[in-house]
């Protein structure tokens, strides 16, 4: 559908696309004619719009249908920014209209990890993505030519973070984005269940983890190769493997936050869970970006690990 002006009256000749695009349907002969009543009243476009998504049709249809037709309208409308407007987004995601998400997490910062993330051709690779979010990572694997994705998270969809998965659904929607989705829990993943994968992504994850060592262990059981890492470390002076535990809201002022090992622990880690090789590339911007309230620094690093 043509780019339509949203407040321009609606022509009758336009209420069968709009059954058709919304509800998937030809209109009934008494719909249509109450609609095409209402249009004597100069009803806009946007007007029809709403009365239709206001329909008990329209909220019996499975929720990603009505992602996909909303979303598809309101880019005809132009309205793609308001639509983008409705839900708090971490991941800051460019579409092909421009439009771009307002994450928490800037857009330059997330081109910046991607282009160390998958520094290596993922051309015919399988991804797995642990703790997707808004899927930012995900869909740049598929983008870079990843034969197959899969989005996990739980605690960011319908765990205790402050996040949800609806952000994911538009993006795949509006990406038109082939990343299968699972909601999933990290200690939960099995790799009997769902195989083993090529490239394992384990972004932002690890510090978040109360059982940060167990944790790994599931991301490692997942890997048929390649592991990659970002996280927060700390007491990275110290050759010895060592992890601090932060209490409350002392790391970022954020109570999900628990963990920073320093890079030695993570490489020890690595090693028992039967990695050999390690690459630690410091996260810019973020390097020096966080602190803990206690003044003790924190470092942010990608770590690429292989067996």
Request: aromatic share 12%.
């Amino acid at each position: 559908m043509a780019t339509i002006d949203p407040n321009a009256p609606v022509a009758a000749s336009d209420i069968a696309d709009y059954y058709q695009a919304l509800l998937g349907r030809e209109p009934d002969p008494e719909g249509l004619a109450w609609y095409q009543q209402k249009i004597t009243q100069q009803l806009s476009h946007y007007d029809i719009y709403r009365e239709l998504i206001g329909s008990e049709e329209w909220h019996a249809m499975p929720a990603v249908h009505r992602l996909r037709n909303r979303l598809h309208f309101m880019q005809a409308f132009g309205l793609t920014e308001q639509l983008l407007a409705e839900r708090h987004w971490f991941h800051s995601v460019a579409l092909a209209d421009g439009t771009m998400t307002a994450g928490t997490k800037p857009h330059d910062i997330l081109r910046s990890e991607e282009a160390i993330v998958f520094r290596d051709d993922l051309t015919g690779k399988s991804v797995l993505d642990i703790g997707a979010w808004d899927g930012y990572f995900s869909f740049a694997a598929e983008r870079r030519g990843a034969a197959s994705v899969l989005s996990t998270d739980h605690f960011s969809w319908s765990g205790p973070g402050w996040g949800d998965k609806a952000g994911y659904d538009l993006l795949h929607c509006a990406l038109d984005s082939a990343c299968a989705s699972l909601d999933v829990d990290v200690f939960a993943l099995d790799p009997q269940q769902l195989g083993q994968f090529d490239v394992v992504l384990f972004l932002g994850v690890l510090y978040h983890l109360k059982d940060p060592l167990g944790g790994l262990g599931k991301a490692a059981a997942m890997s048929r190769d390649l592991l990659i890492i970002e996280t927060e470390t700390t007491h990275n002076y110290s050759d010895e493997p060592l992890m601090r535990y932060y209490v409350g809201s002392e790391m970022n002022n954020d109570t999900t936050n628990y963990w920073a090992p320093n890079l030695a622990c993570v490489q020890a880690m690595l090693k028992d869970l039967g990695y050999s090789q390690f690459d630690s590339t410091p996260n810019f911007p973020y390097r020096h970006k966080h602190k803990a309230t206690d003044g003790d620094r924190l470092f942010r690093y990608i770590i690429h690990a292989r067996r």
